[in-house]
């Protein structure tokens, strides 16, 4: 099973990036996808999940409004559009696949994301 986030880097206050995670090794549309993101010292955390049919997603409240996250389980790639980014965004992004009906769940290896002027 390979899960690998894509899309990192640098960008300025307000600014955008997409991240993408792409997923090989399973029947990807039975598998749940979600975001976490992580800061030194911190613990992970989610910042949106999106179910197996990409027909239900939640956002947290810390970034609702201003991030998305879809699904394309032709390619399966699970992705996460970030808007007007902020100070405080900044983290190493993790995307993670659970199946829906099993415990198997899988990690990426994090991608950086930095705000910063």
């Known amino acids: 099973v390979s899960v690998v986030e894509s899309g990192g880097g640098l960008v300025e206050p307000g600014g955008s990036l997409t991240l993408s995670c792409k997923c090989s090794?399973?029947?990807?549309?039975?598998?749940?996808a979600s975001w976490h993101r992580q800061t030194p010292g911190k613990e992970r955390e989610l910042v949106a999940f999106?179910?197996?049919?990409?027909?239900?997603?939640r956002i947290v409240d810390s970034v609702k409004g201003r991030f998305t996250i879809s699904r394309d389980n032709v390619r399966d790639l699970v992705s996460l559009e970030m808007n007007s980014l902020k100070p405080e965004d900044p983290a190493v992004y993790y995307c993670?696949?659970?199946?829906?009906?099993?415990?198997?769940?899988?990690w990426g290896q994090g991608t950086q994301v930095t705000v910063s002027s």
């Open positions: 993670n696949i659970h199946g829906m009906s099993s415990n198997q769940a899988f």
């Open positions: 090794g399973v029947p990807f549309d039975e598998y749940h």
């Open positions: 999106i179910t197996g049919d990409g027909n239900n997603a």
